[in-house]
T-cell receptor, first 111, second 114 residues
Framework: DQQVKQNSPSLSVQEGRISILNCDYT??????FLWYKKYPAEGPTFLIS???IKDKNEDGRFTVFLNKSAKHLSLHIVPSQPGDSAVYFC??????????WGAGTKLIIKP | KAGVTQTPRYLIKTRGQQVTLSCSPI?????VSWYQQTPGQGLQFLFE???????NKGNFPGRFSGRQFSNSRSEMNVSTLELGDSALYLC?????????????FGPGTRLTVT
């Protein structure tokens, strides 16, 4: 039973355009959400996070939106750059302080 | 500040053997989590240690075990290796300053079982 779902295994976006990565969750008790970026043969690196008391958090080109009623969060990257090509994971913190991870979305930025 | 380090980076073992992987967290971090990543899969949670105690455990067989030392360094052990254990094993630390829940990952140990 996947509590955190990233339904798009891959996404291709033109350089300079907006990339939107989506994540859905089923557990309404999740209270903190994180996005990570992973290059091949490296560990994931933290990108941005959001608490459940907020609906938006921005950091430079990255913005995360949280829609609690829909149990949905999204990561917007504007403008998309070639170095953004990577696998993106969303994760949610449960009441046991454990991070529950999605399966990842591979983002490909086309020049 | 030094990042999370994992040793060794690469390992080749034979089916039936056992292996120990090591992780040194970021200084001041008290939580260490271990994950398994296989091709095409997301991160599968193995276990988490906090202050030398296992706080959370994923759905892996008992062949996978771990421990944490008083300096927060952690080891994981896999006994009786199977071919399916070939994977990238990632360690992550968290728990000091900033957000407690942000995990910082090491580069991983690539284990190949033949």
């Amino acid at each position: 039973d996947q509590q955190v779902k990233q339904n798009s295994p891959s996404l291709s976006v033109q350089e300079g355009r907006i990339s939107i990565l989506n994540c859905d969750y089923t557990n309404s008790m999740f209270d903190y959400f994180l996005w990570y970026k992973k290059y091949p043969a490296e560990g994931p690196t933290f990108l941005i996070s959001i608490s459940s008391i907020k609906d938006k958090n921005e950091d430079g080109r990255f913005t995360v939106f949280l829609n609690k009623s829909a149990k949905h969060l999204s990561l917007h990257i504007v403008p998309s750059q070639p170095g953004d090509s990577a696998v993106y994971f969303c994760a949610a913190k449960d009441s046991n302080y454990q991070l529950i991870w999605g399966a990842g979305t591979k983002l490909i930025i086309k020049p | 500040k030094a990042g999370v380090t994992q040793t060794p980076r690469y390992l080749i073992k034979t089916r039936g053997q056992q292996v120990t992987l090591s992780c040194s967290p970021i200084s001041g971090h008290r939580s260490v989590s271990w994950y398994q990543q296989t091709p095409g899969q997301g991160l599968q949670f193995l276990f988490e240690y906090f202050s030398e105690t296992q706080r959370n455990k994923g759905n892996f067989p008992g062949r996978f075990s771990g421990r944490q030392f008083s300096n927060s360094r952690s080891e994981m052990n896999v006994s009786t290796l199977e071919l399916g254990d070939s994977a990238l094993y990632l360690c992550a630390s968290s728990g000091a300053g900033g957000s407690f829940y942000e995990q910082y990952f090491g580069p991983g140990t690539r284990l190949t079982v033949t």
